[in-house]
């Protein structure tokens, strides 16, 4: 029985796993490659598609506003001003007209990289709140690992006990 316990705290662990992976790949696929599409773009209409297909899966999934900690809550875990940013960057590209300067154009371009990027140890990132993928369920998915590695933990302790 105590091994069979175990194995479904292991089971529990395993599917919160999953699941982080599943939302992540998802948020990965249908905004954070468009950010970095637009990032990279070398022309106007190429960013603001890119970014715009990022602006619709944000409203589409309620990024647009909230805080993905659970505790502390920083600046950086702040949704709506991601948002906000994405959203004013959007009018600033929408504002280029014929007579906008390939100077003016290039240095929009580059303000859009800078606010869409982060340069880190690892390279360069999009920018975005840690833990947004799984917004808004950050403390739905904090409070099953917390639970899953206790209940696990506690299960391995009575397994060595009795043995």
């Keep these: 029985m105590k091994y069979a316990m175990f194995f479904i705290f292991v089971l529990v662990l395993i599917a ?20 970095k599409r637009a990032a990279d773009a070398n022309a106007v209409e190429l960013a603001q598609a890119n970014l715009k297909t990022a602006i ?18 920083q600046p950086g875990n702040d949704i709506g001003f991601w948002y906000s940013n994405l ?29 869409l990027t982060d340069n880190g140890k690892e390279g360069t990132s999009i920018t975005c709140p840690d833990g947004i993928s799984i917004y808004p369920y ?24 009795e043995e």
Excluded: P
């Design 138 to 161: 950050n403390t739905l998915f904090f409070w099953w690992i917390m639970g899953g590695l206790i209940l696990t933990a506690m299960q391995v302790i009575w397994i060595i006990l």
């Design 87 to 115: 959203v004013a960057s959007q009018e600033e590209l929408r504002r280029v007209t014929k007579d906008t300067t390939q100077m003016e154009k290039s240095n929009l371009l580059m303000k859009l990289r800078e606010t």
């Design 16 to 35: 919160w796993t999953v699941m982080r992976i599943v939302y992540g790949v998802g948020f990965e696929m249908n905004c954070s490659q468009y950010l």
């Design 56 to 73: 619709e899966y944000a409203e589409r999934e309620h990024l647009t506003n909230g805080i993905v900690s659970i505790i502390l809550h």
